[in-house]
């Protein structure tokens, strides 16, 4: 398979195409553009449509209708622009439909900038709309894990019938990178996907045959309260769907936690500190939504002396999760930047050097 | 015996509706199941309800249906029909959804001149919250959240859907009719066939608003709620077509 260079935001467009995916509709915002307009063009050429909506709300909304008939559909956006998302995200959990979206992020909170930040996390993994569903939420570190994540997301999406979030960040959707794209399914394998859903997809039934009856919200306090019980199965069961990158952890004595972008300049400072003789590791969640806690709960806390939590938000956010998980065997410390300043491999490099004296 | 009439096979059967005395929404959920069957396409519709005492058809409909959410549905009958546009789509949607929080998607798929039907129910005043003030409200009636009547100077005038859709260049058709009397209805009836078959024939944004009563949060009964509506509303809210090409 061959290698092209590919910027990571079209690159992500590219993967959904490949993937499936025959609807997008987006609203511009920095730093996430190339994604609609990448398949405003490409998205014809594969008998899909693209649609500009008159608002990131609308947008979403336009998913929603066209997931609903089994078509691979996807939005994209930044931040502010996926608060905006929310609503729909929350009827597409509620109703059950499987869609794909992506957060290229910025600065927050507010209109923030338009500068790389990941201070999105608690939106993502924990609250991306009322009422308490979740969703898989897969962060890339790479263009190519952004591709093969992407690409993924559908299916993930499709075996549950439940949302899927990418979430990036204003470097990886600007940088170019090399990427090995995977292959582009056939029509028939696009059909095929889309058949499967036909029970209850929003097509048009014989009513003789059963309605599709989409239901976001349900009359019945009783019937809402199970759908409620039936989300919450769904999300036990991602626990063999968790994914996560151990470096060097083994013999550390000291860990740093990091995703995503962070997660890769993190990379960096581990082996800059190794070949300093710091006895250094990396834990990097690729899915954030399932966490993976066991990676960080089973570690051996007679070695570990401290964990080094590095993200691109202040105040840190992904450091409640790894608390859960350490339940304060070991100290744990923050190396943050925010507000679209991007973390350096000597910020993390003087951070843990200042632990190990 | 000749059977001349007949209940629409678009309800579900031992289905009591839980729409108040004196409402016109199960009249025109009437109208479309019939038009439906006319043009027998019942199998292939779907119906995106908006959010509010229309969302209660959900029960007592046998087609595909769904609900967005509030104000949304004209994105999501966007995102349908152009995803899959052998499938007949409507939107069924009230004045405070279509005209206030909607307005938006309203007026932008109306532009893009998606080829859906949009069936706008117009009675003043927002139905299951509770009587609070629309768009729609007329000048001086009163809401919940506008207990001395609707006050031009501080919550402005009726807002005119038909009139403020007519400019723009897209839309199809556009007509305004209401189900006060049995005259009426039947016009109703023919506007909702149209507003269908120029979906069929692809002729791109068709909506058909249907003044229709509120007995319950105007507080009157159903009988002075029709004089009401065709002494105040319809002399706001002229019936007729606005665009027919």
């Keep these: ?357 | 015996m000749k059977q001349v009439y007949k209940r629409t096979e678009t309800f579900q059967e031992n289905m009591v509706s839980g729409f108040c005395p004196g409402c016109m929404h199960g009249t025109v959920f009437k109208l479309i199941g019939e038009v439906l069957e006319e043009l027998n396409i019942v199998n292939r519709t779907a119906v995106v309800l908006g959010v509010g005492c229309c969302g209660l058809a959900m029960e007592y409909i046998t087609y595909d249906n769904t609900t967005s959410p509030h104000g949304r549905a004209c994105a999501v009958a966007t995102g349908i029909k152009r995803a899959n546009p052998d499938t007949v789509v409507y939107t069924y949607q009230g004045d405070g959804d279509l005209a206030a929080i909607g307005l938006a998607e309203t007026l932008s798929a109306a532009n893009r001149g998606e080829n859906f039907t949009v069936i706008f129910v117009n009675n003043g005043i927002y139905g299951m919250t509770g009587g609070q003030m629309a768009p729609t409200t007329l000048v001086g009636m009163k809401a919940t959240t506008a207990q001395n009547g609707r006050n031009p100077k501080e919550h402005g005038y009726p807002m005119h859907m038909c009139e403020i859709l007519n400019q723009l260049t897209a839309p199809t058709y556009l007509e305004r009719c209401s189900c006060n009397t049995p005259a009426n209805v039947i016009k109703t009836r023919k506007a909702i066939r149209k507003a269908f078959q120029n979906q069929l024939d692809n002729k791109g944004f068709s909506l058909v608003e249907i003044v229709t009563s509120c007995p319950t949060n105007w507080g009157l009964d159903a009988m002075e709620s029709l004089k009401f509506l065709e002494e105040k509303m319809l002399p706001e809210y002229p019936l007729g077509v606005f665009r027919d090409r």
């Design chain 1, 1 to 357: 398979m061959s290698r092209i260079f590919l910027k990571g935001c079209e690159a992500i467009a590219e993967a959904a195409v490949r993937s499936g995916c025959r609807f997008f509709a987006g609203y511009p915002i920095t730093p996430q553009n190339e994604i609609p307009e990448y398949l405003s063009r490409r998205l014809p050429e594969v008998g899909g449509t693209f649609v500009q909506g008159e608002s990131e709300v609308a947008s979403v909304n336009m998913v929603y209708g066209a997931a609903q008939t089994g078509t691979r559909a996807m939005t994209s956006s930044s931040s502010c622009g996926i608060s905006l998302k929310s609503e729909a995200i929350s009827f597409c959990a509620s109703a059950r439909i499987p869609m794909v979206y992506a957060n290229i992020a910025r600065g927050g909170p507010g209109i923030g900038s338009i500068h790389p930040a990941q201070q999105d996390y608690m939106q993502a993994t924990k609250a991306s709309g009322n009422g308490g569903f979740r969703m898989m939420v897969f962060a890339p570190a790479t263009v190519q894990e952004a591709v093969d994540m992407t690409y993924a997301a559908f299916d993930y999406a499709q075996r549950d019938r439940n949302p899927v979030l990418i979430l990036a960040d204003g470097v990886l959707g600007t940088i170019m990178e090399p990427v090995v794209l995977p292959e582009l399914r056939s029509e028939q394998e696009v059909k095929a996907l889309k058949d499967a859903q036909r029970d209850w997809a929003l097509v048009g039934h014989n009513p003789a045959d059963g309605r599709a009856f989409i239901k976001p919200g349900r009359w019945s306090t009783l019937d809402q309260e199970q759908a409620c019980k039936d989300n919450e199965a769904l999300y036990a069961s991602w626990e063999n769907d968790v994914q996560v990158e151990e470096y060097l952890v083994d013999d550390a004595q000291y860990i740093i936690t990091a995703y995503g972008i962070s997660g890769r300049i993190a990379k960096s400072a581990v082996n800059k500190l190794r070949a300093e003789g710091i006895l250094v590791g990396l834990i990097r969640p690729k899915t954030v939504s399932p966490f993976p806690y066991g990676a960080i709960e089973q570690l051996d806390y007679s070695r570990v002396k401290a964990i080094l939590d590095v993200e691109m938000s202040i105040p840190a956010q992904m450091v409640f999760d790894v608390k859960l998980a350490v339940k304060d065997r070991c100290p744990i410390h923050t190396c943050l930047r925010s507000g679209g300043e991007i973390m350096s491999r000597e910020k993390i490099v003087e951070a843990v050097r200042a632990l190990a004296q």
